[in-house]
T-cell receptor, first 119, second 114 residues
Framework: AQKITQTQPGMFVQEKEAVTLDCTYDTSDPSYGLFWYKQPSSGEMIFLIYQGSYDQQNATEGRYSLNFQKARKSANLVISASQLGDSAMYFCAMRDGRAGGTSYGKLTFGQGTILTVHP | DGGITQSPKYLFRKEGQNVTLSCEQNLNHDAMYWYRQDPGQGLRLIYYSQIVNDFQKGDIAEGYSVSREKKESFPLTVTSAQKNPTAFYLC?????????????FGQGTRLTVV
């Protein structure tokens, strides 16, 4: 069974500094995808970044980058130049690969990390 | 515009009543999901479906039921057997074949038992 672990219930960062949010995962499937989502207080889920298990390079999207260490089964999110609007809950999620050989399986989320950006 | 629509946004239920939460998508996605979120907590999977007329239980399916009669629709019924239904419910959809992309989410339904 797949499992996602986010060990930081809350993180604080000063505006304009970088912050790393941790995520470790466990799966027996060699093919999987890792996702990060942002959830502001409004409750909507905003997709940030994706990393495939076979991708050779770490994913980047603007100020977001994913530090993917496959051997350690970690997929940490790095936010550079933090902004006040980055204050939100952040979720790491995983979708296992070709379950049953033909299609992707279910999407599992971690417990989340609340990020607070101070001015 | 393509997307996922959940309704209603807020829902109040009396104890002992069944209620149905609506989720409709026009993204032509095969997979649809229902998640429950309690305050300050992560998303827990209730049910998911990867094809019409088929669905699988997630981690917390007890007290919930779903149907998938149409590709576009995946309603969730919270039954009276669910002892603590007050929560935020999120519906999502995604592809199941080809290049993996993110799951798209609806705006959520806040269910309160009164």
């Amino acid at each position: 069974a797949q499992k996602i672990t986010q060990t930081q219930p809350g993180m604080f960062v000063q505006e304009k500094e970088a912050v790393t949010l941790d995520c470790t995962y466990d799966t027996s499937d060699p093919s999987y995808g890792l996702f990060w989502y942002k959830q502001p207080s409004s409750g909507e889920m905003i997709f940030l970044i994706y990393q495939g298990s076979y991708d050779q390079q770490n994913a980047t999207e603007g100020r977001y980058s994913l530090n993917f260490q496959k051997a350690r089964k970690s997929a940490n999110l790095v936010i550079s130049a933090s902004q006040l609007g980055d204050s939100a809950m952040y979720f790491c999620a995983m979708r296992d690969g070709r379950a049953g050989g033909t299609s992707y399986g279910k999407l599992t989320f971690g417990q989340g990390t609340i990020l607070t950006v101070h001015p | 515009d393509g997307g996922i629509t959940q309704s209603p946004k807020y829902l109040f239920r009396k104890e002992g009543q069944n209620v149905t939460l609506s989720c409709e998508q026009n993204l032509n996605h095969d997979a649809m999901y229902w998640y429950r979120q309690d305050p300050g907590q992560g998303l827990r999977l209730i049910y998911y479906s990867q094809i019409v007329n088929d669905f699988q239980k997630g981690d917390i399916a007890e007290g919930y039921s779903v149907s998938r009669e149409k590709k576009e629709s995946f309603p969730l019924t919270v039954t009276s057997a669910q002892k603590n239904p007050t929560a935020f419910y999120l519906c999502a959809s995604s592809i199941v074949e080809g290049k993996v992309t993110e799951a798209f989410f609806g705006q959520g339904t806040r269910l309160t038992v009164v």
